[in-house]
């Protein structure tokens, strides 16, 4: 696969299916947890954003790119490490809440598409 697979934000399993033995109850459990915790992660992050705590909304950024790493989602995992490492380094600052907006509207997405998917792919 090319690295264009991943910009369209199209959920993976692979790894899932490692980690789990392809275990599609254990699976299934982390789909609804990513739906259910992932937007309030993106929430707080907004939040940070607008209070200008970078280094926090660095953190948060960290508990993000990990959730999308765990699915394939590699564009986002590498735009979470650009807030993370932005955020905890204080540098281009005035980006960052460009680039949780971007992120959150493309993890809507993904969570849409996840709530869509039938159990036990």
């Not at 380094?89 to 959150?104: H, R, Y």
């Amino acid at each position: 696969m090319t690295s264009d697979h991943y910009t369209v934000d199209e959920p993976q399993f692979e790894y899932l299916n490692e980690i789990t033995g392809n275990n599609r109850e254990i699976i299934d459990q982390i789909v609804t947890l990513f739906i259910a915790e992932a937007p309030k992660d993106l929430e707080k992050l907004l939040e940070l954003c607008t209070e200008k705590n970078w280094e926090a909304a660095g953190k948060q950024a960290h508990k993000l790119k990990s959730s999308v790493a765990n699915f394939g989602l590699l564009g986002l995992k590498e735009l979470f490490f650009t807030i993370e490492h932005s955020g905890k380094q204080n540098t281009n600052t005035d980006q960052i809440p460009l680039w949780v907006q971007q992120a959150k509207t493309r993890m809507e997405r993904v969570i849409n598409d996840l709530s869509r998917r039938p159990n036990s792919l």
